[in-house]
Structures are given as structure tokens and as C-alpha cells.
């Protein structure tokens, strides 16, 4: 089992940045495939960002590239997402997600573990 919390959402106006933060749970994190993915009201919840369990690959939603990235420390059990020149189609609720695979996964039903979410608002 994995648990996983999500923090360091909150308000940004356009242009600005943000960085999510998940924090999971076990002792065997460095096995686990993670990724981030946002749900926006109204709409679906889509892919924003994966990683491998060692963090030597990655994989981005071209909606996001170049502008967020995604990075974990496995001696701390985190994931990161850094935003950057963040939009208000950015807006969403932010989940972390994780998976015993190597990954980088990208598919919602590939994911076995999901945090609570946290919510991002970008203002204009």
C-alpha cells in the first residue's frame, strides 16, 4: 500500500509559478512509477506529467511541455511538479499518482494509488 499527499497548491495569477509537492508513504518508493494528473470542472481527468521509478525518464502532456517539470527524490519518498508560466487553463485540482512499474506511465488506468488532490487556480 502507498499513501499519498499532495500540498503546495493554492492561488497565482497568469505568468507565475507553483510547486506541487507529494509525499508518499513505504518503504519501497524507489519501485514505484509516479506521475501527476488535473482535473479541471467539468471536465475529464487527463495526463499532466509521469515519471520512471529511478527518474531517469519522463513524459509530458503537450499541453504542459516546456513549461512544467517533474522530478522526485527517492531518499525522501517526494515526487515534484514545477510550474512555471502557468495559464488559466492550468486551472485544476492536482492529483499525484503512483504505480509499482517502471514506467513512465501515462494512462489514468495504468495508476493503482491516488492522493487527495490539490487545488491549483491560475487568475488572469
Known amino acids: 500500500q502507498v499513501q499519498l499527499v499532495e500540498s503546495g497548491g493554492g492561488l497565482v495569477q497568469a505568468g507565475g509559478s507553483l510547486r506541487l509537492s507529494c509525499a508518499a508513504s513505504g518503504r519501497t518508493f524507489s519501485s514505484y512509477a509516479m506521475g501527476w494528473f488535473r482535473q479541471a470542472p467539468g471536465k475529464e481527468r487527463e495526463f499532466v506529467t509521469a515519471?520512471?521509478?529511478?527518474?531517469?525518464?519522463?513524459d509530458y502532456a503537450d499541453s504542459v511541455k516546456g513549461r512544467f517539470t517533474i522530478s522526485r527524490d527517492n531518499a525522501k519518498n517526494m515526487v515534484y511538479l514545477q510550474m512555471n508560466s502557468l495559464k488559466t487553463e492550468d486551472t485544476a485540482i492536482y492529483y499525484c499518482t503512483a504505480r509499482r512499474a517502471a514506467g513512465p506511465l501515462t494512462l489514468r488506468n495504468e495508476y493503482d494509488y491516488w492522493g487527495q488532490g490539490t487545488q491549483v487556480t491560475v487568475s488572469s
Open positions: 515519471i520512471s521509478w529511478s527518474g531517469g525518464s519522463t
